[in-house]
Nanobody
């Protein structure tokens, strides 16, 4: 079994920064990709950013230039540095991992940006 444990959410004013962390533990043989999704109330869960084992990254258009995803494969950890936060970034952020083509999700961490 694989567990994803997130940390770093919270309340911040518009223009501020937060850093999310996610550590994977358990039966990990090979991580294909790790990333972050978010879900605002009444909306679907959308991709925010993802990083592959080869280091390739992909960002949602709405966060390009403001968010940066990084990872440490030795620690099975992924981070999301969020700068220039906007009220529309308010959502529950979920860590995601693809391990041997199986998908795993964290429990979610709330990010609230006040105007």
């Amino acid at each position: 079994q694989v567990q994803l444990v997130e940390s770093g959410g919270g309340l911040v004013q518009a223009g501020g920064s937060l850093r999310l962390s996610c550590a994977a533990s358990g039966s990990i043989f090979r991580i294909n990709a790790m990333g972050w999704y978010r879900q605002a109330p009444g909306k679907q869960r959308d991709l925010v950013a993802i990083i592959t084992s080869a280091g390739s990254t992909h960002y949602a258009d709405s966060v390009k230039g403001r968010f940066t995803i990084s990872s440490d494969s030795a620690k099975n950890t992924v981070w999301l540095q969020m700068n220039g936060l906007k009220p529309e970034d308010t959502a529950v952020y979920y860590c995601y991992s693809n391990i041997l083509d199986h998908e795993y999700w964290g429990q979610g961490t709330q990010v609230t940006v006040s105007s």
